[in-house]
């Protein structure tokens, strides 16, 4: 079983910037990719970020580049993924999830493991 806990959500202004951290717990992460993803009300959930195991691997929405930086910290037992938002924008509002993956794909489909989410709210 795994679980992924997502925090540091808040409310910011157009401009700032927040970090989020998904703690992975429950089982070994060797050789897991983590992803971030996104969804704003009424809308899809989109891929914002993914990083490999190694985390030579990092793969962004053309979106966020530039402005999103995903990194990790891990070992076998204890996981832990960051995403470092600046230059927030009112667009990026919306509910964040981490994810688990075999790859850093921007495929939500190959991800099995989903946290609950945190909510970014960037106001104008």
């Known amino acids: 079983q795994v679980q992924l806990v997502e925090s540091g959500g808040g409310l910011v202004q157009a401009g700032g910037s927040l970090r989020l951290s998904c703690a992975a717990s429950g089982r070994s992460f060797s050789s897991s990719a983590m992803g971030w993803f996104r969804q704003a009300p009424g809308k899809e959930r989109d891929f914002v970020a993914a990083?490999?195991?190694?985390?030579?691997?990092?793969?962004?929405a053309d979106s966020v580049k530039g402005r999103f930086t995903i990194s990790s910290s891990r070992d076998n037992t204890k996981n832990t993924v960051y995403l470092q938002m600046n230059s927030l924008k009112p667009e990026d509002t919306a509910v964040y999830f981490c994810?688990?993956?075999?790859?850093?794909?921007?495929?939500?489909?190959?991800?099995?493991?989903w946290g609950q989410g945190t909510q970014v709210t960037v106001s104008s």
């Open positions: 994810a688990r993956s075999s790859a850093p794909t921007p495929n939500a489909d190959r991800y099995d493991s």
């Open positions: 990083i490999s195991w190694s985390g030579v691997i990092r793969n962004y």
